[in-house]
């Protein structure tokens, strides 16, 4: 790629802001045929950058050079999103949401894509962060903000706890185990008393801050964007912290570790690695993940019950790494975010949204076992 | 007490069913097939769709239900059958060669994709659907304990099913073909025991079994409902590694052991009924930590 500096400045500028562009539009399209055209462009976008190894190798190697500029401007990017929605709330919660998912599925990426480690038991830990939190600031007035700590912790000793019996055990039975926990943790929200049972926990007050209570407009330089920005500034800023640790874990010692066990426990293990420790490691990490995005989801939408922390929604975090692409910290995003998008655009099919969950999930083991996105072999500089 | 008993007896009867089915694939491919649960139940909707099916056509009114409903039985057994060595197919056999991560994530998909497709086929498929009575209501007093008939017909069933089974696979050659590849696989191909074919029958033999399993949860609840295969499937497998995964004798302990726990939870701990699942879990959990190859299961070492 020839040119100076400027020019392929304005080259990955322009490639980025014709993306956005077309995801906002495709955001925005209401009928359904748009809707499906969008997609179809998109998957011929795919296929063509795939097939046409020069424009792939180019427009890589632009963004390598310039990766500072490239994430500066799609993080403005997506920081202008709520004033792009602000006239369709709803368009903002499906972010929020993506967001939240996003953060599970970094998570669970830690266990499923770094170590190896399928487990079962998110929307547990998403569970007990959402009713820790929410029982603290319903009962006691606790401030969201200590709440989300707290959350966080409960749901890592939780981690700990399931982590233990997960010493002695490995692959299908300790997938047995992690799901006889998840609905351990659901059966009992159900039969307690003092969680709501089923009816849940209502009127769960909205974090404030410096004054400002998150449930009201937000007013950003003269534009009144609905009060969904303000859980959609938070959550940015969670999953850019999440993708800051995921990101640095995973070019650690640790996230070395991990793959190390991946591939081979009991190499690992002859090599002086501490595997159970390790794992046990990943399962608090992912734990305080889930803990944190429940304590989010319980303060943005005010009302929980056993119903949101069901099997199905571990199933879902699952189907997210698989298809993103597993250990890789930025297609594991990409999967959470397409899978909530996805869904939600195609509304009007809302049962068939479980069945096509499993068929995807199904087809892309079959098909394309290693994710959208795969994560690349480690280089190391000579 | 007596009745305790008789209760744990009868939930033990359809988890050794479903669990038999958990070992025999173990056993034939070391993979755990975790939908199967939901091919259970998928044969109870079977039943449900057959004897609708009868009704339509009038087949009720002119056959006596003692005959018309061991057919339909056998019948959804088949088709159960048919369907489970469908699933080995599409879904396991693609993944023989894979990491078993994949084949395990796999299974639970298509557990979703069998209970979506069962509750979007059925009218209001997310209520809870009346199972037929297709067993007699009749109780009676026998030295003081109450006695159903239907439990003591689902307690026969169960013995001469699981007895048939192993007569086949002591007695008959695919009997001998199926104990051969859950030794060694390769070995087995290389004596000239089609894989396919043995493979397929053990699909075959488990999920109709599992059939059983799922029709007499509905017979006996008179109701059956689309998601029951989750909780079935989990508590099946619960059984067959409390029993020792990959050993069929295992599957009558696990079942055995898992029913009586949920039964005296429910009887003997204060208010300990909605804890039930609670209590079989734990169990669960704590044989895993301390013996995880279950009671006749064989200790597995690992080589590099």
Aim: net charge positive; hydrophobic share 55%; with cysteine.
């Amino acid at each position: 790629m020839g040119g100076n500096r400027t020019v392929r400045a304005a080259l990955v500028i322009a490639v980025e802001v014709l993306f956005f562009i077309l995801f906002c539009a495709f955001m925005l399209a209401h009928q359904l045929g748009k809707t499906i055209g969008f997609i179809i462009l998109f998957i011929f976008l795919g296929v063509l950058f795939k097939k046409w190894e020069k424009l792939n190798q180019a427009i890589a190697g632009l963004f390598k050079e310039m990766k500072m500029l490239a994430t500066m401007v799609f993080v403005l990017m997506v920081l202008t999103l709520p004033f792009v929605f602000h006239s369709s709330p709803y368009l903002i919660h499906i972010c929020v949401m993506a967001g939240l998912y996003a953060i599970l599925a970094l998570g669970l990426n830690f266990q499923l894509g770094s170590t190896n480690v399928v487990n079962f038991a998110t929307a547990a830990s998403y569970g007990i962060g959402a009713y820790t939190s929410a029982l603290l600031a319903v009962h006691f007035h606790l401030s969201f903000w200590v709440g989300i700590l707290i959350g966080g912790g409960a749901a890592s000793l939780f981690g700990l706890l399931l982590g233990i019996p997960c010493m002695k055990t490995k692959d299908y039975y300790l997938s047995l185990v992690t799901i006889a926990f998840g609905l351990i943790i659901y059966i009992l929200l159900i039969n307690f008393s003092w969680t709501g049972g089923p009816n849940g926990i209502p009127n769960i007050p909205a974090p404030s801050f410096m004054g400002h209570s998150f449930r009201e407009p937000l007013n950003l330089f003269g534009f009144n964007l609905p009060f969904q920005s303000n859980f959609f500034y938070l959550i940015f800023l969670l999953v850019m912290g999440a993708l800051f640790v995921a990101y640095r874990l995973h070019h650690s010692r640790v996230g070395l570790t991990w793959n190390a066990i991946r591939e081979d426990e009991i190499a690992a293990r002859c090599q002086g690695i501490d595997v159970t420790g390790y794992k046990i490691l990943a399962f608090c990490i992912d734990a305080f993940f889930g803990g944190v995005t429940g304590t989010v989801y319980a303060h943005y939408i005010g009302f929980i019950s056993p119903e949101n922390f069901a099997f199905i929604v571990s199933v879902v975090v699952v189907t997210m790494v698989i298809l993103g692409g597993m250990d890789n910290v930025f297609g594991v995003i990409i999967g959470a975010v397409l899978l909530t998008i996805l869904p939600e655009k195609f509304r009007a099919f809302e049962d068939l949204r479980l069945l096509v969950y499993g068929v995807i999930v199904v087809t892309m083991l079959m098909f394309r076992p290693q994710g959208l996105f795969p994560q690349k072999l480690r280089v190391y500089e000579k | 007490m007596i009745q305790q008993l008789i209760n744990a007896l009868l939930l033990g009867c359809t988890y050794t069913l479903i669990a038999i089915g958990f070992n025999l694939f173990f056993g034939a491919l070391n993979v755990v097939h975790f939908s199967h649960g939901d091919v259970c139940i998928l044969g109870a909707f079977v039943t449900l769709i057959l004897y609708g099916l009868a009704k339509f056509l009038g087949i009720l009114m002119i056959v006596p239900k003692f005959l018309y409903i061991p057919v339909m039985i056998i019948l959804a057994m088949v088709v159960t059958g048919f369907i489970g060595v469908f699933f080995e197919r599409v879904v396991i056999k693609p993944f023989r060669y894979a990491p078993l991560l994949m084949v395990l994530v796999a299974t639970v998909a298509l557990g979703i994709v069998i209970r979506e497709a069962v509750r979007l086929s059925f009218p209001h498929g997310s209520n809870p659907q009346v199972f037929p009575r297709i067993l007699p209501q009749k109780s009676f007093q026998w030295g003081g304990v109450l006695l159903r008939v239907d439990s003591l017909i689902i307690f026969g069933i169960t013995l001469f099913l699981i007895s048939m089974m192993f007569l086949f696979i002591k007695r008959t050659k695919m009997g001998a073909a199926i104990r051969a590849i859950s030794q060694d696989g390769e070995a087995a191909m290389m004596m000239g025991i089609n894989m396919d074919v043995t493979v397929a029958t053990t699909f075959l033999i488990g999920s109709a079994l599992g059939a059983v399993a799922g029709i007499l949860i509905g017979a006996y609840n008179n109701i059956i409902r689309f998601d029951m295969g989750l909780m079935g499937g989990v508590k099946g497998f619960s059984a067959a590694v409390v029993g020792g995964l990959g050993n069929v004798y295992g599957a009558i302990i696990g079942g055995l052991i898992l029913g009586l726990v949920e039964t005296f939870a429910a009887a003997f701990v204060p208010g300990g009924t909605p804890y039930t699942d609670v209590f079989a879990f734990l169990v669960v959990i704590f044989f895993l930590i301390f013996r995880p190859s279950g009671i006749m299961g064989e200790k597995v070492y690992e080589k590099v």
